[in-house]
């Protein structure tokens, strides 16, 4: 399975960019879902997360303005960025527990992806 993400680029501050994310593979199914970013001179850190069952969970720093999102249907998921500030500025990554089925399920394995990262830039 892999994870190919789209959207980012270089947006105002105040402005607004959607992130997406889609998983494709063959015999999968996906967990839990997140986001995470890496900043300049800064840590890899968990912006948003999304379980398969729609519960999410943010960063202090994004509540309210972000909002994690996932069609389970097309294994894709989503953030949207709302009222962006310079220090929004990051890589976004995003992220997947998925479970790769075997014809036998007692040979299933379990694993971390991550996609290809995408470029958000805040001007101010």
């Known amino acids: 399975v892999r994870l190919v993400q789209s959207g980012g680029g270089l947006v105002q501050a105040g402005g607004s960019l959607r992130l997406s994310c889609a998983a494709s593979?063959?015999?999968?199914?996906?967990?839990?879902m997140a986001w995470h970013r890496q900043g300049p001179g800064n840590q890899r850190e968990l912006v948003a997360s999304?379980?398969?069952?729609?519960?999410?969970n943010y960063v202090d720093s994004v509540k309210g303005r972000f909002t994690i999102s996932r069609d389970n249907a097309r294994d894709t998921l989503y953030l949207q960025m709302n009222s962006l500030k310079p220090e929004d500025t990051a890589i976004y990554y995003c992220?997947?527990?998925?479970?790769?089925?075997?014809?036998?399920?007692?040979?299933?394995?379990?694993?971390?992806?991550w996609g290809q990262g995408t470029p958000v830039t805040v001007s101010s």
């Open positions: 992220y997947a527990e998925a479970k790769l089925h075997a014809l036998s399920p007692k040979y299933d394995r379990n694993r971390e992806v």
């Open positions: 593979g063959s015999r999968f199914s996906i967990n839990d």
């Open positions: 999304i379980t398969s069952g729609g519960s999410t």
